[in-house]
Each structure stands twice: as C-alpha cells, then as structure tokens.
C-alpha cells in the first residue's frame, strides 16, 4: 500500500512558526501535484496548499503570505513553512497526492494563544 508519511507537527505560540514534511514513494512524488488539507475538530477538511508538479502553487485565502508550499524532486518531498501562527490555525494536516488520490496518516499542529 502506497504510502504518504508526514512529520513535523507539535505545539507552538501564536506567532511562532513550523515546517511540515511529506514525504512520497517516488512514483507517485514525480507524476502527481502534492497537497497539505487540514481538519479542525468538528469541521470539515480544507485545503492549504497545493504545488503542481511543475511547481506552480495555489493557497488558501486564510494563510497567504504566513504559509509557503514547495517540494524537493530530489528527495520526494513537498513541505510546507508555517509562520506567525495563529490559534485557528490548530488542525490535524494532512498530505495528499492528486490524481492518485493517496492521503498521509495526518499530523497534529496546536497553536495556543
């Protein structure tokens, strides 16, 4: 079973700043634009961020210009630079890989007030 495997989630100050990690087989990194969606309790699962396989990227109104997507093609992983954190930003989030339609197990960022 493919698998995705994400890291570096963990608790911080508003304000603060994390990086998140994604990392692909690499037959599913090199063909499929990369993901990161998270979920607050009680909501529904929203997208971040995506970057194309060419590198193009797209973000959610609420962390442009806090939030930046990028991968690494040579080590098959696509990571996502959280700064100046805010509490609403406390989610489990998640990888994805689209078109292949393969999730990571989902990690944890709490940001407290």
């Known amino acids: 079973q493919v698998q995705l495997v994400e890291s570096g989630g963990g608790l911080v100050q508003a304000g603060g700043s994390l990086r998140l990690s994604c990392a692909a087989p690499r037959s599913i990194f090199s063909i499929n634009h990369m993901a990161w969606y998270r979920q607050a309790p009680g909501k529904q699962r929203d997208l971040v961020a995506v970057?194309?396989?060419?590198?193009?990227?797209t973000y959610a109104d609420s962390v442009k210009g806090r939030f930046t997507i990028s991968r690494d093609n040579a080590q098959n992983t696509v990571n996502l630079q959280m700064n100046s954190l805010k509490p609403e930003d406390t989610a489990v989030y998640y990888c994805f890989a689209m078109p292949s339609r393969i999730w990571g197990q989902g990690t944890q960022v709490t940001v407290s007030s």
């Open positions: 970057i194309s396989a060419g590198g193009m990227t």
